[in-house]
């Protein structure tokens, strides 16, 4: 059992940055691969990152690639998402989530067993 909660989520301005983080807790953190969702309001949740226990695969979705960076440390049980040039598409609760597939970055929201609470992501134009 793995409990995440995420935080760092707030309203920036358009090209802004946010570093969002999620904290683990409970089995042992570096057996999951990690992986950062979004949700924006009447759209279904979608992958944004992820990466393996080991950091050394990672993903990104297109239309984040060269503006958000996903890293770990397994020392402090802890996942982030570097944000920069945020753009008023980004707003979305953010979701960060745990698979048990450590050895790969997993794409898909059915391969992840937990799930933190989500955080707010406002970007304003």
């Known amino acids: 059992q793995v409990q995440l909660v995420e935080s760092g989520g707030g309203l920036v301005q358009a090209g802004g940055s946010l570093r969002l983080s999620c904290a683990a807790s409970?089995?042992?953190?570096?057996?999951?691969?990690m992986g950062w969702f979004r949700q924006a309001p009447g759209k279904e949740r979608e992958v944004v990152a992820s990466i393996s226990w080991s950091d050394h695969i990672t993903y990104y979705a297109d239309f984040v690639k060269g503006r958000f960076t996903i890293s770990r440390d397994n020392a402090k049980n802890t996942v982030y998402l570097q944000m920069n040039s945020l753009k008023p598409e980004d707003t979305a609760v953010y979701y960060c989530?745990?698979?048990?597939?450590?050895?790969?970055?997993?794409?898909?929201?059915?391969?992840?067993?937990?799930w933190g609470q989500g955080t707010q992501v406002t970007v304003s134009s």
């Open positions: 989530a745990a698979a048990v597939v450590a050895s790969r970055a997993p794409r898909r929201e059915n391969e992840y067993s937990y």
């Open positions: 409970g089995r042992a953190f570096s057996s999951y691969a």
